[in-house]
């Protein structure tokens, strides 16, 4: 089971590309800033009132302009999602070696199902987990056991994969799964790198070596 974004793509840099096209666009301010206030805990990561708040900071915002920089930031965000190395042909031959692929996120579906499907990856997975469809955002337990009961697996029989230690690592690991640490996506804040007590069972310096623990198995 599978974390989505910056494990596997810089979900960060797709962000930060958008907001560059937003200040290029404004011809002011600064594209780190402005992504820094979706980093804020208030609307949410995805949210576009984090444009709002940015544009009214800053002495800017008018309801067209607002608009125009909303459409600009969803095109470039898409636009810029690459996968990382070797993801794709790693997921395949988890695949062809009869692996349940799942994928739990706490983006929404139709966020979630845009940036797969610009990668190429949408149709890979047996199973797709959303915020809109499990009710809960990690680390919260239940967003683990709402796609495990409906992958019908037991948390002994998986493997996370994520770049959270504080989202991804620790519940998994509470709940009884197996976890690997994705170190190459790790691009959070302090609070989410902050140490936990439960250790990954493995640590990625790159996607592909989940392979490495299949052929161990």
Not at 14 to 29: F, M, N, P, Y
Not at 54 to 65: E, H, K, V
Not at 188 to 216: Q, T, Y
């Amino acid at each position: 089971m599978f974390d989505m974004d910056n494990t596997l793509f810089d979900f960060v840099h797709a962000k930060i590309l958008a907001c560059t096209s937003i200040v290029d666009h404004l011809g002011r301010g600064d594209a780190h800033e402005l992504f820094n206030y979706f980093r804020r805990e208030i609307h949410g990561f995805e949210n576009v009132e984090n444009i709002s708040d940015y544009l009214t900071d800053n002495d800017c915002f008018s309801q067209d302009i607002f608009l125009d920089c909303c459409r600009i930031y969803e095109e470039e965000k898409i636009r810029s999602v690459e996968l990382y190395p070797d993801v794709e042909s790693t997921l395949l031959e988890l695949r062809s070696r009869n692996l349940l692929l799942g994928l739990l996120t706490d983006a929404e579906m139709r966020n979630a199902r845009a940036r797969l499907e610009k990668v190429g990856l949408y149709s890979l997975f047996d199973s797709l987990f959303t915020y809109d469809i499990t009710g809960w955002k990690k680390p919260s337990h239940k967003t683990f056991a709402h796609a495990l009961d409906a992958m019908g697996l037991k948390p002994h029989e998986t493997l996370f994969v994520g770049d959270s230690l504080r989202r991804d690592i620790a519940p998994s690991k509470q709940l009884g799964m197996m976890a690997a640490y994705a170190v190459y996506g790790d691009r959070n804040s302090d609070r989410d790198r902050a140490p936990i007590k439960e250790n990954p069972d493995l640590i990625l310096n790159r996607f592909s070596d989940l392979l490495k623990v299949v052929m161990d198995e």
